[in-house]
């Protein structure tokens, strides 16, 4: 047709074949954003483009663009809080630290606290100097309450548990000792599978109709758009190949 012209097959196919795909539910994606794509406009999300949810309004939004005012999502640590502020009774006690991996790896060791570690700073300090405690945690001071707060290095799908053999150190009493879990979140990545307009007629922001997504698949990683490191990460997690 005169003056009209299709962007229906301007890319190629970003997936190589139907191997490891698994298929995720229609998503609308948030209107407005630059995708670079086409290049007259760049207001359309081709086939192919990466999206990440956004849990504060339940909306896709593109995944190198993730976690600012405007973004989605980006994987969070598992973090433990202590049940109380580190004092005397805390000098000498051994805390158990416990990494649960995707990948079913459970990593696990402790630190023995010396008998001057009475207080939050030292417990800190004790911590954040044991080799393999720092290679997977940092300990840190809550602050105006100064709770003792571990934070995995690993984001994403894992799982921490702390233990001490002081029964009010921990949230959970296990008899002579206490222990607590926290589990990090892993975002809501998807590949789109089919273009989408994200602003309307007459240019305005619009968010997307539903469309079809999948969460893992063996792509042609040059055909992905807006395809951040941690969205890759993920989908790789997930069983996704990149060639």
């Known amino acids: 047709m005169p003056g009209f012209t299709s962007t229906e097959f301007a890319h190629k196919a970003f997936l190589v074949d139907g191997s490891r795909t698994k298929q995720g539910n229609d998503v609308i994606i948030k209107g407005g954003q630059t995708t670079g794509w086409p290049a007259s406009g760049g207001k359309r999300a081709r086939a192919g483009t990466v999206v990440v949810k956004e849990s504060g309004d339940g909306l896709y939004y593109l995944s190198d663009a993730a976690d600012g005012a405007a973004a989605g999502d980006i994987n969070t ?14 000098a000498s006690k051994i805390l158990t630290w ?3 991996l995707p990948n079913g790896l459970v990593q696990s060791g402790t630190v023995t606290l010396a ?9 800190v300090t004790a911590l954040n100097a044991d080799a393999q405690f720092k290679d997977r945690f940092v300990a840190s001071d809550a602050g105006a309450s100064d709770l ?3 934070t995995s290095r690993l984001k994403g799908n894992v799982k921490a548990k702390m233990s001490m053999d002081l029964d009010t150190a921990y949230g959970t009493d296990d008899g002579s000792t206490s222990s607590a879990y926290a589990s990090g979140v892993e975002a809501d990545v998807r590949v789109i599978m089919q273009d989408r307009d994200l602003v309307d007629l007459d240019n305005a922001s619009f968010d997307s109709h539903p469309v079809a997504t999948i969460t893992a698949g063996r792509f042609d990683e040059s055909e992905l ?7 890759k990460a993920i989908l790789i997690a997930r069983g996704s190949t990149f060639e």
């Open 225 to 231: 758009a807006n395809l951040s490191h941690e969205a």
């Open 148 to 150: 003792l707060v571990i």
């Open 77 to 90: 640590a598992a973090v433990v809080t202590s049940a109380e502020k580190p004092d005397a009774d805390w």
């Open 115 to 123: 008998a001057g570690d009475d207080t939050i700073a030292e417990v």
């Open 98 to 100: 416990t990494l649960y």
